[in-house]
T-cell receptor, first 112, second 112 residues
């Protein structure tokens, strides 16, 4: 059974650029959540999508956005990158939140 | 505000030396409590979900327990391969859905 796939694994961008990260959930999972992990703040919730609709959003600026496609694949976009956006971005998928979340290996974003 | 605090931040054990990790939480509406293990450069790996006070779950050398205010992850006779960061997360309701609020983790090192 394939797990949650995130691409790319590593990314280096320049301040001011924008970036798009991709997440393919486990087959049959319709909920996809995104988290940002930094050494100082730990894991913080960005947003959650279910059946192409954003159901929940964390306390991040509007530069962070996402979407979900009909096949449940999800993308998140960060515009006007700042140095502080350097982090590991994790995607988690779920069949039902009652049964928990499966995380991908993440995308390591470095902003220079 | 929902908060999750894990202690200690770091723990060094000798192989075979049992110990416990603590996760205390203050949340407005607990839906569940999750334990994850994270290895360097990888996403969190699911270990346990606990839903009600008094509940216990076991997996190999790990046992998780839950009270109304905290959870413990007991590690019995650990081995070097148990070295990892252990993350605790509470599932809370928000905006008609749920999200995970994570603690900062406990970094466990088991020396041979």
């Amino acid at each position: 059974k394939a797990g949650v796939t995130q691409t790319p694994r590593y990314l280096i961008k320049t301040r001011g650029q924008q970036v798009t990260l991709s997440c393919s959930p486990i087959s049959g999972h319709r909920s996809v959540s995104w988290y940002q992990q930094t050494p100082g703040q730990g894991l913080q919730f960005l947003f959650e999508y279910f059946s192409e609709t954003q159901r929940n959003k964390g306390n991040f600026p509007g530069r962070f956005s996402g979407r979900q496609f009909s096949n449940s694949r999800s993308e998140m976009n960060v515009s006007t990158l700042e140095l502080g956006d350097s982090a590991l971005y994790l995607c988690a998928s779920s069949f039902s939140t009652y049964y928990g979340y499966t995380f991908g290996s993440g995308t390591r974003l470095t902003v220079v | 505000e929902d908060q999750v605090t894990q202690s200690p931040e770091a723990l060094r054990l000798q192989e075979g030396e049992s110990s416990s990790l603590n996760c205390s939480y203050t949340v407005s509406g607990l839906r569940g409590l999750f334990w994850y293990r994270q290895d360097p450069g990888k996403g969190p790996e699911f270990l346990f979900t606990l839903y009600s006070a008094g509940e216990e779950k076991e997996k190999e050398r790990l046992k998780a327990t839950l009270t109304k205010k905290e959870s413990f992850l007991h590690i019995t006779a650990p081995k070097p391969e148990d070295s990892a960061t252990y993350l605790c997360a509470v599932q809370v309701s928000q905006g008609g859905s749920e999200k995970l609020v994570f603690g900062k983790g406990t970094k466990l090192t088991v020396n041979p």
